[in-house]
């Protein structure tokens, strides 16, 4: 059975997430009804590198898949594209040892969260349009008081897989680009909702709501803060998954 | 009746057409509704600097309005946006004096054309995906015998509003941009269907269904051809109305 590693990006406005469900219609899910397509009724487990929530894309998730025979990386791509909605999209497939695992072997998960300036026609799935001035600076410094390894969770809801609150944050930038905001968040792993809450605190920051030091002491104690503040889900993307 | 000149940007995918219909939602349509919430109810006559179709798109489109009272652009740019629905945007107001017209007034327009190279999750509605392979420097030897002052007749079907089909085309050029073909189109003024027609031409002697002096050949006589080659309006948008 070879061992695949997919990337994939994807549209998240029309699903309910990645993780497959029952009466849902999700990527995972429908990855797997275009792999059965293109193998002719298989089943099949594949593996994520991690979940994304309803509304929230990817330029690059990584999934691993075993298929029963091997086949060419570029017919397999073009086979499962082929069976797929127009807002999934397959980029890449490689094949890979049966120890590598999509979500075990990953060292470190990039996302990219867009906050716009302004209206925009083109832009509602995919930004979060914040009315009022930001202050930048003020937002960069409250950044960097996440920035390293820390308990991060007042940034997350009770997810009972998770076993640990403790993340290593690598990275947490903010740039300009036109009327955008563009955050890049870097870190071993993401809890549950984390970076949406990371992006609404900081944005509370650049509004006055918060000073910087207010977000440092947020990793200290629990509080409903980070919950009333969490960025919605349209201005996120997974950008890459790091091996 | 103070006069103001608008610029709006619009995704025409949900909308059939810029120009105002009875049972069919449109963005001058959507224009009427927001003026009159914003204004209490009053009747208003708009004037686009031109139609675009079903699905077509506009980063410029240019309109003109008499209003009862005169109004701060910046206000008045708030008021219509409050109203308008999240894909139809008015970028800017401008108060201009009586004898300007959206339409009479504007001496050229220039229109962009997105090809794509490959399937993405991301570009349905506002790229032409073309699969085959495309020879750009056919396509732009192509395109150099379209420019000038020509009679586009076989590229447009018959309109009882348009009175000539002599058109000076100003601008045609192909650029590369990642895994898109960017067609600029400059010229005084277009017909139905021409600027789709002209790109359907280029996308054939591309991949060397024509020569690039059979599309030359195309100004001389009328031919089914330009109509069965007809570019789908998602890639098309209406990008600047110069004045």
Redesign the interface.
């Known amino acids: 059975m070879p061992r695949y590693k997919l990337i994939m990006?994807?549209?998240g406005t029309r699903y309910s997430g990645w993780q497959i469900q029952k009466n849902a219609r999700t990527v995972q899910g429908e990855l797997h009804h275009a792999l059965q397509e293109a193998t002719r009724g298989r089943q099949f487990e594949t593996y994520g590198s991690g979940r994304t929530d309803a509304g929230v894309?990817a330029l690059g998730q990584v999934v691993h898949v075993d298929l029963p025979t091997a086949l060419p990386p570029d017919t397999l791509v073009a086979r499962i594209?082929d069976h797929l909605p127009?807002?999934?999209?397959v980029l890449s497939a490689e094949r890979m040892p049966p120890r590598f695992h999509a979500r075990h072997s990953a060292v470190a998960r990039r996302y990219r969260y867009q906050i716009s300036r302004r209206?925009?026609?083109?832009e509602?799935n995919?930004v979060w349009w914040v009315r009022e001035p930001l202050n930048l600076a003020r937002m960069r410094e409250a950044a960097s008081h996440l920035v390293g390894f820390a308990d991060f969770r007042s940034f997350t809801d009770d997810d009972p897989e998770e076993k640990s609150t403790h993340v290593l944050l690598q990275e947490l930038t903010l740039t300009e680009q036109d009327h955008l905001i563009l955050v890049h968040v870097t870190g071993s792993h993401f809890l549950w909702k984390m970076v949406r809450r990371i992006v609404g605190v900081l944005v509370g920051a650049g509004k006055g709501d918060l000073t910087p030091g207010d977000v440092g002491r947020l990793l200290q104690k629990e509080s409903p803060l980070t919950a009333q503040l969490t960025a919605p889900a349209a201005g996120l993307f997974l950008e890459r998954v790091e091996y």
């Open positions: 990006e994807y549209a894309h594209n127009h807002d999934i999209n209206r925009s026609a083109f509602k995919y």
